[in-house]
Each structure stands twice: as C-alpha cells, then as structure tokens.
C-alpha cells in the first residue's frame, strides 16, 4: 500500500480534501482501472483531470501531490494514495460490495497484480512507439531537470527512488529518440510470455481468477486494451484471452474505458499505416 506521509506532500490543500478524489487522464491506463472499479460498484467521486499531453503532472501543484509526478491518485478524506493497484486493493477494502477480491485466492490475486505492474515499462515502450508520436512524447534536458528539481523526492516518508528510475527512462528514450526496435521486441516477447500464463488461467474459468470478475481483470483489461491498439495480434497468439475480453466488454463499466481517447486512436492508426508501409508493425518487428 503506497499512501503518503504528510511530509512528502507539498500541496497541503489536498489534506482538506473530504470524500473520494481522483487526479486521473482520460488516456491514461493506470486512471482506466480505477475509474473501471468506481464506476463498477457506483461509487461518487471528485473528478480532477491532469492532462498529461500538456505536462500538467509535472507542474508544482501536482508534483506537490504526487512527489513521482504519475497519475492516478487517489484522494481520500485528506490521505494521499499512489500505486494503482494499490488504490485498488484499498477501495476494494473501502466498498466490498460487489466482491471483486476472492477471498480463496488472495494470494493468487496479490501474485497477477504484481506481475501486472512490472510489466509497466513495457506497456509503455509499446505504447510509445505504436499509439504515439515520438517527438511530441520526447522531454527536453530542461522539462527532465525541472522534473527533477521539483516535488518533495519523498514517499511514504522515504527518499523515492522510482523517480531515478523514470528519469533514466525518458533520458534514454531522449538520446535513441523513441523507442528501439530491440525494447520492442522484448516487451512484445514479455507480453507473449505473460499472456500465455493468463491463457491457462482461463482454461476452466470465465474470468482470471475463477468464474465471478476480480481486481485482477480489471487491472489486466487495461493492459490489453492497450496492446491491441498498438497492434499486438491479441486473438492469433492468446484465443482464450481475446473470448475473456469479449466478455469483460459486456459490463458497461469496463466497456466504457475499453475505448482509447479519439485523438489516441487516430493517431495508432496512421502510425500502424505508416508502419505498414515499411514494415515496422509491431508484429513485423517482433516477429510474433
Ligand atoms: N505503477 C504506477 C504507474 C503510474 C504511471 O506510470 N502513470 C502514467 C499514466 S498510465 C503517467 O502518469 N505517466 C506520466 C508521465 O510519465 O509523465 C501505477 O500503477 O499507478
């Protein structure tokens, strides 16, 4: 569970915050699986867009609030949470009703959620190169250095150490200019490989976690949603995933974020064009 400290919080206006806050991008994976499960269980919230297009996560306000400068954030009566999956896990404590954490499976659950999460960078790197232009992604050395000067460096009370980490990130993805052919023929190899062990969890049930929905599709849907958008082959490589997703789409509540922002999907489908072209698709580059 990520929640801040006092002391890592710069923007002390949040504290006063009372009821359910999320700080959130429409096109933003990580809000998609939270504004999946609020809307799922009918909860109310208070909706604070960050537009991460115009950078609005790395002004002072924001990087106040959430010290890595990363949506969504979760707001409640006044605490700071972070981590996703971890404000899902603590709404889910929050509102239990309807269930979407099978008791019998808890560690099952815990173990799909991590491996979710570490595959992050490589829902980015896919994402990156197939859904966006890398110009306009690309951080000048003064955006990375502001980034870095700005916002507490604290976490939990702890000097943070993921904020090193995205600045390695982006300052490599700044000298290659984007995303390299080998980045994408390894994260397309660690979805294969991570896919096909969701594969068997469906062998003998409807959902990943048995045959009611869990935490664990929601947070995975996104992912997927995501990877079809930047042409992974979802129904050649993994039937049993693509039939899941069909049925994920029969909840309004996963069907509503399952569609990428207009812009995001025009933009996909003039680069998979273009990638078509000279044969640079994701499927052509990774060979799968
Ligand atoms: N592990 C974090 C990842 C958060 C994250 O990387 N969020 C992305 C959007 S999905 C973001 O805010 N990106 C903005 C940026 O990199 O500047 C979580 O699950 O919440």
Known sequence: MVQLAKSDIATQEVLDWRGIHLLHFSGSTCSKKIRMFLDFKNIDWVSHP???VKRENNSDWF??????????????????HIESNDILDYLEQLYPDPPLMPAECSAELAELLQTEDAMHVDLRNLTMRFTA????????KEQLQQYENTGTGRVGGEADSHKAEELEYWR?????????????????SRFRQELDKLERHLEASRYLLGNTVSLADISWSVNINRILLAGYPLQRLHPRLW????????????????KAPFLQTLIAKTILVRDKLTHKTLVDIAGI
């Open 133 to 140: 232009p890398s110009k306009l992604m690309q951080r000048s």
């Open 243 to 258: 039939s899941w997703r069909q049925r994920m789409l029969e909840t309004p509540a996963f069907s509503r974020e399952a």
């Open 172 to 188: 490599n993805f700044a000298a290659n200019e984007g995303i390299t052919e080998a980045q994408v023929i390894e994260s397309a």
């Open 63 to 80: 990087m106040g609030i959430n010290p890595r400068g990363l949506v969504p954030v979760l707001v409640h009566d006044g605490q700071v």
């Open 50 to 52: 960050v537009n991460l």
